[in-house]
């Protein structure tokens, strides 16, 4: 099991007991990924943290949607860039859902942490005004895969959280593998978290040296994505500090048989 994190302060994202469940695009087991209702179903089973995806719509509107484009989740063969907001809350999901903007869930569940991902640089700009007008900038962390992209969010949102993008990411985990601490907390020192796969490319990622190190270095692991019980509770045993996982449901109680195992 983890050890209680030394990141978070205050009500901010990293506030709470570890280890965090992250829930991945909110619980889609009987809600479209990534709505306000899947959204709602990990809250009401006690999840804290939402993992969602930040693209930008034609008329510069942040939208919540994993994929660039509506073929996997609507069946359409458009880009979510090539619809204005008012066509994409038209679209039907299902369940009575359709994409919702990041500032409608972040007003929504008020007391929510979101981790977000910024998939695009379109993002970017409206991603930062909708987190400003909603007054989440201390519940929210902001990542892109791209450090670039993540950097302008961060630099436009100071005391944001924000975890490692892959190229800073590929150069502290070189840097743990020698041994090097030190040199991976300075390739960190703008980051409080490290969001990894187990393997990344043929390389594990995970084991238990690396989390040792990488926690050495100042940063809480997460890892994703997680829906195995079994696959929770070894990765809990290596003491990463989250998992991000399609089943909250599951992983909540792999968490509460953990905690129970401790008491």
Known sequence: MA????????DGFFFGPLPRVLAHRGLATDAPENTLLAFLSALAIG??????????????????SHDSDLARTAGMAVRIDELNFAELSGVDLGHAQTFPSLEEALNAFPEARFNLDLKS???????????????????????????RRRLR??????????SASAAPFAGALLAVKLGLVPLARRVLRDVQAVQVPERLRGVRVISPRTVRLLKAAGVEVHVWTINEPADMRRLLDLGVDGLVTDRADLALEVVREAHSREE
Do not use: K, Y
């Open 3 to 10: 050890e209680p994190s030394t990141i978070g302060t205050g």
């Open 47 to 64: 999840v804290t943290h939402l993992e969602t995806d930040v693209h930008a719509s034609a008329d510069g509107v942040a939208v919540l």
């Open 121 to 147: 640089d379109a993002a970017v700009v409206p991603a930062v005004a909708a987190i400003l007008r909603a007054h989440a900038v201390h519940r929210v962390l902001v990542t892109s895969f791209d450090n």
């Open 153 to 162: 969010a961060v630099q436009a949102l100071p005391g944001v959280a924000t």
